[in-house]
Structure formats: C-alpha cells, structure tokens
C-alpha cells in the first residue's frame, strides 16, 4: 500500500504585500478551518497557497520570486500543490499561467468560494468575521470596504479590487465581537478608502457612525484609523475621536504630493492650499493627533521646483509620521501614457531627501516625549527588548517603544504605563511605572 494516501494535507498560507492582504489570509485560513483543514501561516505545508501583491514593480517582483520559489519546491518534490490568489494574479493571470504554468491554479482577488474548492473546501456564508488572526494577539485588522472610486492617475488598485464596496456596520460589529472575545484590544480599521466608507450602502459617508458602534464593544480599547483620502473626509470623525478615548488620535492619510501642477496630473481632486487647510483643522480639532502620511517623488513630469514645493511643504507640515516612495510605472493606470521621465537614480535620491528631513523631525518631536509617560501596549519580545506602541504608533510602520528586558518585565498584549527616558530618530527608550494604587 502507498503511503502518500495516507498523507494529511497541511496548507501553508504564505501572505505578501499590504495589511488588507493579511486581513485577506486570515478570511481564508478561518474558511479552511471551518472545512476541518489543517492550515498554518507562513510554515510547512505540502499545499501551498501564496496570497500576492500586485501594486508597485518591487512588490510584483517579489511576488514572482515567491511564486518561482516555491514551484522549484514542487518540482523537487519538497511541496505537492502550489496555489496563487491576490493581486498580482488578479491584474497578470494570463501572463502568469503562461510565464509560470506550473501553478495548479491562479485565482483573482474576488475569487475566495473557487480557491476553497480547488483546496477541497466549501464557502461558508455563515462565517461572518470568523479568522484565523495571524498578527500578535493584541491587535487584528477590520476591513471595512473593498475597492476602490477614486481616479488616481498612477494606482493600479481599482484594476485589482474593483470598485468601492462598504461592509455593513453590523457585520464590522459582529467582527469586532468576535476578535475581542479571543484577546484582541486594538482595531485597525483597513480600506483602500476610508473617507468613501458608507456612501455606496447607506448613501453618506458614515466612518464617524461606525466609530461610534465600535466603541462599544467590550474588550476593545484601542481603534485606529488607516488610509483616509484627503478629498471629502468626513470631519464629523474628528468629533467622535476627540469624545471617545477608544478612538486614537491618530489618522493615516496617504497625501502624495502637494505641487498643484503634481496634484492635478495625480488627479488627487484637491490642491496644496486645500490640503494645508485641512491638516490645520485636523490639528485645530483634535491638537493631541499623530499624522502619517506617505509621499511618491519621481512621478512623470516631476521637476526640480516640484520637488522643491514638496520638500519645503515636509519642512513646514512637521508630520508625526511619514513614508516617501519612488514612482512606480504602472500598465493600465491613466500615468502610464506620460512620459517615465524621472532617472530612477533621480528618484531614490529624492526619497533619501525627503526621508532624512523627516528623520530629523522624527527626532526632534521624540527628545519631547523624554521624561513623559505614555500608555503603551507590548506587542512582543524582540532580542533583549521588550516592545511597544503607544496610541500614535502603528505596528509595522511607525515609532516603537523599547522596553529592556534584562531589568524589566512587562506582559505581552497588556498595556502598560511606560516612562520615556531616553529617545532616537524613530524608537523611543523607557521603564514601566510601577502605579501607586
């Protein structure tokens, strides 16, 4: 008798790109578990389902690279199956299949109920946030829509989500039940769009009314904002962030550019003038906010006086937080028809620029935290540090709190009372404080 009949599948889950393709993972790993499936995250597996990135070149390419990484397994025999979902194979399926015909199957981002039965699996409708939660324990990701309207001239996200698709609050609230029932205390709230949430269902933009339903979820004390475009964003938010402790002073907004000439070809729908009031009422209505945002230089027709604009505006924004990215050439969007006529070498210089201005504002606005003390909450243990966060940080891309585990010992996914003493360009050093009652 063969062995290999035998032989129980274990899918491995492999997760590249953005936070809404870990959300993305998670649905599908709570889906096979439902199926009675054994499914892990980013370990072995003799079936292997790569969730891909499409977006930028770098992210496509390393998205091919996992997929050519992982066919050699399985024509060496080391992996029987190899799955491709996402984005990339959303926007390159035919490409892929030739290019790559090794793959038992490729599936677009929208194609969960096909990719489950190819695994032996059902679609259950009935599942309703149920996930397998792949980030520490503390804190998991709440998308809240899918898609995308907005007409960037140089995003290729509409291509790969399509268009802009609001989840009913009940079902965000039945979500977020089911996470804090299991540990979780922080809710990042996710879309390619926040400012658009609730126009498409309930025909106004209602962010500030989902806010408020989440707030009262037991066990959830933390919830962040990610990904709000500047055009049209709701203010009545910033009311609901200012009367809710739940809610963190703390707003990702991805801002692009602020040359007008810049703004206008990006078809951003606003202008540098309308983006500077803006942030002035943000930090007017709510003086306590960490803003982040993130930049793209290079973009076609970029000159040395744009990037001039933009860097003096860097200057003078003082932003909490900022991330600066080199254009991205992308078939099929409205910019690949200009001319890619920024030298790379040109661009990656402007980013560095951009990024050590940032550098030295980062570190001035930390020397001010030092002798403060900040709530924070501890994500893990790294090395001989524990770390943290406090409410303007976000995992992964902001500032950590570096807590020294040789003198101190603090529990993960527990906040903690954390006193600053010494502080760098994007990490803060500090001690608990033990509380008096």
Same mark, same amino acid.
């Given at each position: 008798?063969?062995?290999?009949?035998?032989?129980?599948?274990?899918?491995?889950?492999?997760?590249?790109?953005?936070?809404?393709? @870990?959300?993305?993972?998670?649905?599908?790993?709570?889906?096979?578990?439902?199926?009675?499936?054994?499914?892990?995250?980013?370990?072995?597996?003799?079936?292997?389902?790569?969730?891909?990135?499409?977006?930028?070149?770098?992210?496509?390419?390393?998205?091919?690279?996992?997929?050519?990484?992982?066919?050699?397994?399985?024509?060496?025999?080391? @992996?029987?199956?190899?799955?491709?979902?996402?984005?990339?194979?959303?926007?390159?399926?035919?490409?892929?299949?030739?290019?790559?015909?090794?793959?038992?199957?490729?599936?677009?981002?929208?194609?969960?109920?096909?990719?489950?039965?190819?695994?032996?699996?059902?679609?259950?409708?009935? +599942?309703?946030?149920?996930?397998?939660?792949?980030?520490?324990?503390?804190?998991?990701?709440?998308?809240?829509?899918?898609?995308?309207?907005?007409?960037?001239?140089?995003?290729?996200?509409?291509?790969?989500?399509?268009?802009?698709?609001?989840?009913?609050?009940?079902?965000?609230?039945?979500?977020? &039940?089911?996470?804090?029932?299991?540990?979780?205390?922080?809710?990042?709230?996710?879309?390619?769009?926040?400012?658009?949430?609730? +126009?498409?269902?309930?025909?106004?933009?209602?962010?500030?009314?989902?806010?408020?339903?989440?707030?009262?979820?037991?066990?959830?004390?933390?919830?962040?904002?990610?990904?709000?475009?500047?055009?049209?964003?709701?203010?009545?938010?910033?009311?609901?962030?200012?009367? &809710?402790?739940?809610?963190?002073?703390?707003?990702?907004?991805?801002?692009?550019?602020?040359?007008?000439?810049?703004?206008?070809?990006?078809?951003?729908?606003?202008?540098?003038?309308?983006?500077?009031?803006?942030?002035?009422?943000?930090?007017?209505?709510?003086?306590?906010?960490?803003?982040?945002?993130?930049?793209?230089?290079?973009?076609?027709?970029?000159?040395?006086?744009?990037? &001039?604009?933009?860097?003096?505006? @860097?200057?003078?924004?003082?932003?909490?937080?900022?991330?600066?990215?080199?254009?991205?050439?992308?078939?099929?969007?409205?910019?690949?028809?200009?001319?890619?006529?920024?030298?790379?070498?040109?661009?990656?210089?402007?980013?560095?620029?951009?990024?050590?201005?940032?550098?030295?504002?980062?570190?001035?606005?930390?020397?001010?935290?030092?002798?403060?003390?900040?709530?924070?909450?501890?994500?893990?243990?790294?090395?001989?540090?524990?770390?943290?966060?406090?409410?303007?940080?976000?995992?992964?891309?902001?500032? &950590?709190?570096?807590?020294?585990?040789?003198?101190?010992?603090?529990?993960?996914?527990?906040?903690?009372?954390?006193?600053?003493?010494?502080?760098?360009?994007?990490? +803060?050093?500090?001690?608990?404080?033990?509380?008096?009652?």
């Amino acid at each position: 008798m063969r062995t290999k009949t035998l032989k129980k599948n274990k899918i491995n889950v492999v997760t590249l790109g953005c936070s809404k393709n @870990v959300y993305d993972s998670e649905v599908l790993m709570g889906q096979l578990k439902a199926n009675n499936k054994e499914v892990v995250h980013e370990e072995e597996g003799n079936i292997v389902v790569i969730n891909t990135c499409g977006f930028i070149a770098n992210a496509k390419e390393e998205s091919v690279n996992t997929i050519l990484e992982y066919v050699q397994k399985k024509e060496a025999g080391a @992996v029987d199956k190899v799955f491709v979902t996402g984005c990339l194979s959303e926007r390159y399926k035919p490409d892929l299949q030739k290019e790559i015909p090794n793959v038992d199957e490729y599936f677009g981002t929208s194609e969960l109920p096909g990719l489950l039965k190819a695994l032996g699996a059902d679609y259950k409708h009935e +599942l309703i946030g149920e996930r397998l939660t792949t980030t520490p324990k503390n804190y998991a990701y709440l998308k809240i829509a899918e898609g995308c309207d907005r007409p960037c001239s140089f995003c290729a996200i509409p291509l790969m989500r399509g268009k802009h698709k609001s989840t009913p609050i009940e079902d965000l609230v039945t979500e977020a &039940e089911k996470l804090a029932a299991k540990g979780v205390k922080e809710l990042i709230l996710i879309a390619q769009d926040l400012t658009y949430y609730g +126009l498409d269902l309930y025909k106004k933009r209602n962010l500030a009314e989902l806010l408020e339903a989440l707030v009262k979820v037991e066990g959830i004390e933390w919830i962040r904002l990610h990904y709000a475009f500047p055009a049209g964003f709701p203010m009545d938010v910033l009311d609901v962030m200012n009367r &809710e402790p739940k809610v963190c002073n703390y707003l990702d907004i991805p801002l692009q550019h602020i040359s007008d000439r810049i703004l206008k070809s990006m078809r951003r729908g606003t202008t540098e003038a309308k983006t500077t009031k803006l942030l002035k009422e943000f930090r007017a209505a709510v003086p306590e906010m960490t803003i982040r945002t993130t930049l793209i230089v290079g973009y076609p027709g970029e000159t040395e006086e744009d990037f &001039e604009i933009l860097k003096n505006w @860097v200057v003078a924004m003082r932003f909490e937080r900022l991330g600066c990215f080199t254009y991205s050439h992308e078939e099929n969007t409205h910019a690949f028809s200009l001319e890619d006529d920024v030298p790379e070498e040109v661009k990656q210089e402007r980013a560095n620029i951009i990024m050590e201005i940032q550098s030295q504002i980062s570190w001035e606005l930390n020397q001010k935290k030092v002798g403060e003390t900040f709530r924070c909450i501890i994500d893990r243990k790294e090395g001989n540090y524990f770390i943290g966060r406090t409410e303007f940080d976000s995992p992964d891309v902001d500032n &950590e709190v570096l807590i020294d585990a040789a003198k101190h010992y603090v529990k993960q996914g527990e906040f903690v009372n954390i006193k600053i003493t010494e502080a760098a360009d994007f990490d +803060l050093y500090g001690e608990p404080v033990v509380s008096s009652n």
